[in-house]
């Protein structure tokens, strides 16, 4: 028997050790993160009420970084998420208190304007060849003047108590439905990925879009459905955020939009380390509000949740790039 085949069924375990502790490295830091907190705050951290409220108030957030999570599988950027949130929220709210068209009405129109944006993001990246970054944060910054506009530069309120009973009042073992939407969307959004052609195409377009034109996929096709449904995800966690407020501010939803990139990188370390996805997304959003639920409860001042946010971006590419072995990013 040769050296090498000696030594290779000592290297595959080992191996396969390495790749374990990283899919699931996240998930231990955040039950570290959690156990920490506990032991420092036994009488208020560990808590139903704390969790209870933890899981449910983070769904606007989970479903915008689900829908950043799309265009970035396929190689994309979509910096207009936060500004869509908004911008639904505040159709919804208008048409609701202002316009009186109901709120089945608003819902309906509200998913109907993100997907028409993310088709407007499409349009101009795939016809004009311009990169999503400028576009997508081109429109953004549109569509806040467009919340400005139409808003009066005011909060609404008054939405209808169907939807908020339907997002946070009602519960399920406590926790607000808002947090099973969300879950529910990460668990389709992992089915269709792993077990659907279309969520296979959408890999296979991120890996490579030269690759993927010379294997027959639509490449094209492929980004511009990433991006429709982008936006409609992104109004959907524009429905919940009104939903869970019982009105529309034209401002505050965006500054979840370094949160929610935060979180997809993060994620792209975990479950399936090398690449975006909705479950290890899904455990970045909540290891990130336990931090910064946890500081918040010590005392830490409000700043102190910027710097982290700020901070676990930065930290979460770096990750991402060392489990991708430091190959470049290739977002063309």
Same mark, same amino acid.
């Given at each position: ?22 899919? +699931? ?69 208008? *048409? ?33 060849? $311009?990169? *999503? ?7 953004? %910054? ?12 005011? %909060? &609404? ?11 946070? $009042? ?9 947090? !099973? ?5 990460? $668990? ?6 792993? !077990? ?19 294997? @027959? ?13 982008? @936006? ?28 929610? +990139?935060?979180?997809?990188?993060? @994620?792209?370390?975990? &479950? ?6 909705? &479950? ?10 336990? @931090? ?15 710097? +982290?946010?700020?901070?676990?971006? &930065? ?18």
């Amino acid at each position: 028997m040769s050296i090498a085949e000696t030594t290779r069924p000592r290297r595959l375990p080992a191996f396969v050790a390495k790749r374990e502790v990283e899919r +699931f490295a996240l998930l231990l830091a955040w039950l570290v993160l959690f156990l920490t907190f506990g032991a420092l705050l036994p009488d208020t951290f560990l808590t139903w009420r704390t969790v209870s409220s933890m899981l449910g108030s983070q769904a606007v957030l989970v479903v915008l970084a689900l829908a950043i999570l799309v265009p970035l599988t396929s190689g994309d950027f979509d910096l207009s998420a936060a500004s869509t949130l908004v911008f639904a929220a505040m159709f919804l709210a208008v *048409s609701d208190v202002t316009w009186g068209w109901g709120i089945g009405w608003s819902v309906a129109a509200a998913l109907t304007i993100g997907a028409l944006i993310g088709a407007v993001n499409a349009f101009f990246v795939l016809y004009f060849r $311009i990169h *999503s970054l400028i576009v997508t944060l081109g429109l953004g %910054t549109f569509l806040n003047g467009m919340t400005l506009w139409i808003s009066d530069s005011r %909060t &609404i309120a008054g939405v209808s108590m169907q939807l908020v009973e339907l997002v946070v $009042i009602k519960r399920l073992l406590g926790v607000p439905l808002a947090f !099973y939407y969300g879950l529910a969307v990460a $668990i389709v959004m992992w089915w269709a990925l792993e !077990y659907t052609i279309a969520g296979r195409k959408l890999l296979f377009v991120g890996r490579g879009r030269e690759v993927a034109r010379l294997n @027959g996929v639509s490449v094209n096709r492929v980004r511009g459905a990433s991006f429709v449904l982008s @936006g409609l995800l992104a109004a959907l966690a524009g429905v919940l955020y009104a939903g869970m407020t019982g009105s529309a501010d034209p401002t505050s939803g965006l500054s979840l939009l370094l949160p929610a +990139f935060a979180a997809a990188f993060l @994620g792209a370390t975990a &479950i399936y380390p090398g690449r975006f996805n909705p &479950i290890g997304t899904l455990v970045g959003v909540y290891f990130l509000i336990t @931090g910064i639920t946890g500081l918040t409860m010590l005392g830490a001042d409000a700043f102190v949740q910027s710097l +982290f946010y700020g901070g676990a971006l &930065i930290v979460a590419v770096s990750l991402s790039q060392l489990v991708r072995r430091r190959q470049p990013q290739n977002f063309g």
